[in-house]
């Protein structure tokens, strides 16, 4: 799998309702060139995350969201975190070898600066160290998603031994590393997924004490109380929607709410979700909610990898990749990521490691 | 208006929707007379608070606001904040003369033992320190419901000078002395209220920026929006409901809410407000809304009290009381209230203190 033409995936259109394969447009094109203080990167694993759904409304929509972030144009390149390695350089600190992650977007090769690439707002690029994990986990649980997941847990919702942490999206890329940090914390995990064999996966093999597949359960609020008899003190947020009304009735005083994701939202105009008001229960509860973005916590990124790197070496963590090999099948395995398909962190296989070829 | 029997307001039937007259009961006695360890309490001023109303939901109801809350039976005297003076005492630490703060109810005579009255889970009794501010004052700025505005305001909220505050129920006992605060940090503040008259006066006399009348309003998302055309930064909310709906698109990057009142949810089942989910506005501004209760800062009252009351001595501050005569016309006060009828803190004039009668 090495390529000698650049391929790229760019937005064809902005989707209606949920994306579709031809939202997306394959462009083939030549292998750039870095110029002085560039070099090139061959990108190995593209991550595919909910959030790029959201860069793919409209810009006036998409300024609801942020009035500021870059916004993706019609025939941009796809936005989207990799893990790559350098293949050319003239930076004087990245030499052919080293291993980078960074959101360079959806395409084989792309040249960077070192700085972090500004496609979309990006907070930096991150150098790979090889002997933490394979360079796949640093776009899963030693990566973003894994910080997310690290301290939106461990700042925002604040476990404490023997507290009831629930958990959405639990089989996902992000909810997997919630709750077993939760668990390696002390505490009760219950985890909400959209499939019997994602419940079972995160029952079995994490170890969660409960799992609820929201899809088949009529009545989930009554079904998260039983899975939550002391109720509930932390839960980390990865869909908002009506996941979130069920919830909410079940707070204990001073619970905490991490809100990560609203995967359950996006598919309707940008704050535009109806369902249960917060508010008397927050205050019935003294209970807090919060917006949660990554990159706030990143001067303690370094310290949390190790911490979850040991973890997976000592075999108290399991990490669990989706892959789809091939950037052509791009679109294909987003679309299906919104629909639920994968368990474990959603993966395109680009190019294979030079070494590895 | 000395009386020489006791009168006490009770809960007759649990309010349908909006509370009205006749769900409350006059019941004459006589004035009880204290046991060792007691004192008598006469009430002077009774306060008509908002909360007031959820604690007239029938129990099963009212369950899922508390778990563990006393709960008002039938029959039983109303819950409520009263300034009173000590007639009578066989307790070695209050004499007759001391007045006090305290949750005894809607009665003109009251028992306490000193320990906190324990009616409502009330937080314990507050000895009046007279030379601070007039009696009343302690049911309004110098009281709990000054407390609320101010730790609300400054431990949840935590403004910094130039931000914008946005606080509803602006003309309401909690919502004029958290505007006036954040005047007096440096806010840009904007109130919004219930009638012309009210915010008028936020405007004209407590110098707040803006007052927006929602009631008149068509669109009171674009009326905030060219009120805050900063954005808001500060959120001090003493409504959810509709209102909320309206301020959370307004939200500017780390806001920070206060839910302190829901009066606009407390004609609905509780919890079962239906309107606009606040979770993409909280992700996409990293946000923060907290629950709060003032007995949660109780040990940092005293300081805040001699800053409320400094300010008030400097005329930095204005208190404003909207004040009935006599215990009897309690519950039309508390009626008209919750229809918005006060401008500034509502209280019940039960007796006159021993030296002015």
């Given at each position: 799998?090495?390529?000698?033409?650049?391929?790229?995936?760019?937005?064809?259109?902005?989707?209606?309702?949920?994306?579709?394969?031809?939202?997306?447009?394959?462009?083939?094109?030549?292998?750039?060139?870095?110029?002085?203080?560039?070099?090139?990167?061959?990108?190995?694993?593209?991550?595919?995350?909910?959030?790029?759904?959201?860069?793919?409304?409209?810009?006036?929509?998409?300024?609801?969201?942020?009035?500021?972030?870059?916004?993706?144009?019609?025939?941009?390149?796809?936005?989207?975190?990799?893990?790559?390695?350098?293949?050319?350089?003239?930076?004087?600190?990245?030499?052919?070898?080293?291993?980078?992650?960074?959101?360079?977007?959806?395409?084989?090769?792309?040249?960077?600066?070192?700085?972090?690439?500004?496609?979309?707002?990006?907070?930096?690029?991150?150098?790979?160290a090889p002997d933490l994990g394979p360079?796949?986990?640093?776009?899963?649980?030693?990566?973003?998603?894994?910080?997310?997941?690290?301290?939106?847990?461990?700042?925002?919702?604040?476990?404490?031994?023997?507290?009831?942490?629930?958990?959405?999206?639990?089989?996902?890329?992000?909810?997997?590393?919630?709750?077993?940090?939760?668990?390696?914390?002390?505490?009760?995990?219950?985890?909400?997924?959209?499939?019997?064999?994602?419940?079972?996966?995160?029952?079995?093999?994490?170890?969660?004490?409960?799992?609820?597949?929201?899809?088949?359960?009529?009545?989930?609020?009554?079904?998260?109380?039983?899975?939550?008899?002391?109720?509930?003190?932390c839960y980390y947020d990865c869909t908002?929607?009506p996941i979130a009304d069920a919830v909410?009735?079940?707070?204990?005083?001073?619970?905490?709410?991490?809100?990560?994701?609203?995967?359950?939202?996006?598919?309707?105009?940008?704050?535009?979700?109806?369902?249960?008001?917060?508010?008397?229960?927050?205050?019935?509860?003294?209970?807090?909610?919060?917006?949660?973005?990554?990159?706030?916590?990143?001067?303690?990124?370094?310290?949390?990898?190790?911490?979850?790197?040991?973890?997976?070496?000592?075999?108290?963590?399991?990490?669990?990749?989706?892959?789809?090999?091939?950037?052509?099948?791009?679109?294909?395995?987003?679309?299906?990521?919104?629909?639920?398909?994968?368990?474990?962190?959603?993966?395109?296989?680009?190019?294979?490691?030079?070494?590895?070829?």
């Amino acid at each position: 799998m090495l390529h000698n033409r650049n391929l790229q995936v760019v937005l064809a259109r902005y989707p209606e309702g949920q994306p579709r394969e031809d939202d997306f447009r394959l462009v083939e094109g030549p292998i750039p060139s870095p110029g002085p203080g560039q070099f090139l990167v061959r990108t190995l694993y593209l991550s595919l995350d909910p959030w790029i759904w959201l860069r793919m409304k409209p810009v006036a929509e998409y300024r609801r969201w942020s009035p500021r972030n870059k916004v993706l144009g019609l025939g941009e390149v796809m936005h989207g975190a990799v893990v790559g390695e350098v293949v050319e350089s003239r930076h004087p600190d990245f030499k052919v070898g080293d291993l980078i992650e960074s959101k360079l977007g959806w395409q084989r090769y792309a040249l960077s600066d070192g700085a972090g690439d500004r496609l979309n707002n990006a907070d930096g690029l991150t150098r790979i160290a090889p002997d933490l994990g394979p360079a796949s986990a640093w776009l899963g649980p030693l990566g973003r998603t894994g910080m997310t997941a690290y301290f939106g847990l461990m700042k925002v919702c604040q476990p404490k031994p023997g507290e009831t942490v629930v958990v959405s999206s639990a089989a996902g890329a992000t909810g997997m590393v919630v709750g077993q940090i939760a668990k390696i914390k002390g505490c009760r995990v219950v985890g909400i997924a959209g499939s019997d064999a994602k419940v079972d996966w995160i029952v079995r093999d994490l170890g969660f004490d409960a799992g609820i597949n929201y899809r088949t359960t009529s009545d989930l609020e009554a079904a998260l109380g039983r899975a939550c008899p002391g109720g509930i003190d932390c839960y980390y947020d990865c869909t908002g929607g009506p996941i979130a009304d069920a919830v909410l009735p079940l707070l204990n005083d001073r619970a905490r709410w991490a809100v990560v994701g609203v995967i359950a939202e996006y598919d309707r105009p940008i704050g535009d979700s109806l369902g249960r008001r917060p508010y008397t229960m927050l205050l019935a509860r003294r209970a807090r909610m919060e917006g949660f973005v990554v990159h706030d916590w990143a001067r303690e990124h370094p310290a949390a990898i190790r911490e979850i790197a040991q973890w997976m070496r000592e075999g108290r963590f399991k990490n669990r990749e989706y892959i789809t090999d091939g950037l052509e099948n791009a679109p294909r395995a987003f679309v299906g990521m919104l629909q639920g398909d994968n368990i474990g962190k959603n993966l395109i296989r680009v190019s294979s490691q030079s070494g590895a070829a």
